[in-house]
């Protein structure tokens, strides 16, 4: 039998009764879900006593200093010593990192540095997330020039979140100099700039210094590759440029030795003598004997220039004394060594010996030829492994997602399910909203309604008063006016009773005048109470006998302004003038109106003494009221003391 529901039914269910269906819905798929979740890893790294760190931070800090490469690899001991007594795993990984570094940095040993690091598996810790991206940019270091570095270093920045400022720099620094080493000069660019920017952001001065001064050399390199020898060699002199601020010179060895090689290649040879002895002192102030091979290769290159060629010979036989250049371990330095030697042999007519160099240059050069068929192939091999990896993933995520298909249908099921019973309880409560809604939007209409009906009452009743107002009290004051004329003419000699019934009369007839332009809604406008402002201010000032100019803007916004706002303004600006003729001892007033960004600012400027302290707004005599009314509508007003007194206002427009 086929059980079919009829949707519109269902809320005449018992609103407990659906509810405890509801209820029970949710609580099966959560038990559901909660059974399929894996039980997190329990496994905590134990936290570093204070007194054990205290310790760690200050060994790492003498391994860091110290010039000796045994020196510093003893003090890393002592903290793995630790840390396996401990059980600081993640301070036993840093020491093994750490240690592999000292190798590169000290002495160029990748193989070393490689052995630190692969003794990490074999420690029987788990790596977190943070740890395995770490040694991914360790090994991208360590494998220097071939094409693992390039993969492990970018697969460490595939997890920026995952690396601290300090590996984000040290990723794309290598990154830049993998790049320029394989002539792909655009990448190493776009890494070099990528990493001085970061490097902008370094708190630490001296770490900063460094970072740019490599990075200016790498930038050196690359120039050097793309042909533009001109921004190179700009990039070297920002460089030595730093170097007069320095206390640490040692970071400004690679520095002066390119410096040394462009002078060598323009021909310039006594630059280049000159930059390759302060490479040399260095040398011999910061880093191990050995190293001085390389500043006696570069200086008996300078001589073999100079066509000096007996001393060329005897600086590249103490090179070979510091270090037998077979064991140098570096074939393009090797390749280049015997190639000189080669060709001071030949230029001094020593053929036997030049051949025996001829032959070791040949020997290392074919063995950079290898090294790059080799890393051919490894990347060839790495691909294919890459593949392999790529095609196992893909059948094992099939695995999973075959035996989550079941799990996905349950789920399903009760999301249907729930689905159901939130259609029913949202149609009925839905239902009552909309009768609620319905019953709320009419009661809202209907007092727009009386809202609107008294706003209609409002305005017919204040245009009724100004209307009465100007033509009964308007018309009655005037017929005063003139019959005040009348007797005045029929009066010989003063009558200063008439004078003063004319004068309080025409006052009377401006401020029943004023009163209808304020009562009239039709003026609630920008217009109309600039032309107001103008009117009164003429024609007050022309009967006060002052001289007086009025500006106002030629094109006024078509703009409404509220009825009150429009009153406060006016009040404001008439207490003002009339302040400023009774009390500023001035002769001349000029009033200026601008419309600037939305606002109305008015100005009201005399060439008086100033006001007196006893008039300033906090002192009343009406001035108190006017920066109330400014202030009410959200403006300003402010008194500036300067060949008289300035009065400006600025209100906000609509």
């Known amino acids: 039998m086929i059980v079919t529901y009829d949707l519109v039914s269902l809320p005449k269910l018992k609103p407990g009764k659906l509810l405890n269906t509801w209820l029970c819905g949710i609580l099966i798929v959560l038990l559901f ?50 840390a396996r007594q401990k059980k600081y795993d993640e301070v036993l990984f840093d020491a093994y990192c750490l240690s592999a570094m000292a190798l590169i940095n000290k002495q160029g040993n990748f193989e070393g540095a490689k052995a630190q690091l692969d003794s990490i598996s074999r420690l029987g810790i788990s790596l977190s ?65 990528d990493y001085l920017k970061e490097n902008k952001t370094r708190k630490d001065p001296a770490k900063k210094l460094k970072g740019e001064v490599i990075t200016l050399n790498n930038l050196y390199i690359i120039e050097q590759g793309r042909k533009d020898t001109a921004q190179a060699f700009r990039y070297l002199q920002q460089a030595i440029q730093l170097d007069k601020d320095s206390a640490d010179h040692s970071m400004f060895s690679n520095v002066y030795q390119n410096m040394g ?29 050995e190293y001085l091979f390389y500043p006696r290769l570069y200086e008996a290159e300078v001589l073999f220039a100079e066509q000096k060629y007996d001393s060329c010979l005897l600086l590249l036989q103490q090179a070979a004394a510091i270090i037998d250049p077979e064991d140098l371990g570096d074939p393009p330095i090797q390749k280049e060594y015997f190639e000189c030697l080669y060709s001071v ?56 997602e075959r035996q989550t298909l079941v799990s996905r249908f349950l789920i399903a099921g009760c999301i249907l399910l729930l689905i159901l019973i939130l259609v029913s309880y949202l149609y009925w409560r839905n239902k009552k909203a909309l009768e609620t809604q319905k019953l709320k939007e009419l009661e809202q209409r209907s007092a727009l309604e009386r809202a609107r009906l008294l706003i209609e009452v409002e305005s017919k009743e204040r245009k009724r008063i100004a209307r009465e107002l100007h033509d009964e009290i308007g018309s009655t004051l005037t017929t005063i006016g ?27 007839t401006l401020q029943a005048k004023e009163i209808v332009w304020s009562l009239n809604d039709s003026n609630d406008n920008l217009a109309s109470l600039i032309a107001r402002i103008r009117h009164y201010c003429v024609q007050f000032l022309s009967d006060v006998n002052f001289t007086h100019s009025v500006s106002i803007p030629e094109d006024i916004p078509d703009m409404n302004i509220e009825g009150f706002k429009r009153r406060y303004i006016f009040q404001t600006i008439k207490e003002i003038v009339n302040n400023a003729v009774k009390h500023s001892q001035a002769d001349k007033i000029n009033v200026s109106v601008q419309i600037n960004d939305q606002q109305l600012i008015i100005q009201v400027a005399d060439n008086g003494t100033g006001m007196q302290p006893e008039v300033y707004p906090n002192n ?16 300003t007003i402010s008194w500036i003391e300067q060949a008289g007194t300035i009065v400006s206002i600025e209100v906000p427009l609509p």
């Open 33 to 82: 879900l909660l059974s399929c979740r894996r039980s997190p890893n329990q496994d905590q790294p134990l936290p570093v006593a204070p007194a054990d760190l205290k310790l760690i931070d200050s060994l790492k800090t003498e391994a860091q200093h110290t010039g000796q490469t045994d020196s510093a690899l003893s003090y890393y001991a002592l903290i793995k010593q630790l």
């Open 482 to 508: 003139l019959a005040v004329q009348v007797l005045k003419q029929n009066t010989t000699g003063p009558a200063p009773a008439l004078d003063i019934i004319e004068r309080n009369s025409r006052k009377l």
């Open 620 to 635: 009343g005599n009406g001035l108190g009221n006017t920066r109330n009314n400014i202030t009410s509508i959200g403006g």
């Open 261 to 289: 090689k462009y002078y060598l290649n323009k021909g310039d040879t006594k630059q280049a003598w000159q930059y390759f002895s302060i490479f040399e002192q260095i040398i011999r102030e910061h880093y191990e004997d």
């Open 345 to 400: 042999y030949q230029q001094k007519g020593n053929t036997t010996s030049a051949l025996k160099a001829l032959e070791r240059r040949n020997v290392y050069s074919d063995v950079l030829y290898q090294q790059d068929t080799d890393n051919r192939l490894t990347s060839y091999e790495r691909e294919r492994k890459q593949e392999a990896a790529d095609r196992a993933i893909a059948i094992k995520e099939q695995k999973i």
């Open 129 to 193: 997330p943070q740890m395995e991206v770490s040694l991914d940019l360790r090994y991208g270091v360590v494998y220097n020039v071939s094409d693992s570095a390039i993969f492990f270093l970018k697969k460490s920045l595939d997890n920026p979140q995952l690396l601290d400022q300090e590996d984000k720099l040290l990723a794309k620094a290598t990154l830049s100099t993998l790049f320029a080493s394989r002539k792909n000069y655009d990448l190493a660019y776009e890494y070099a700039i």
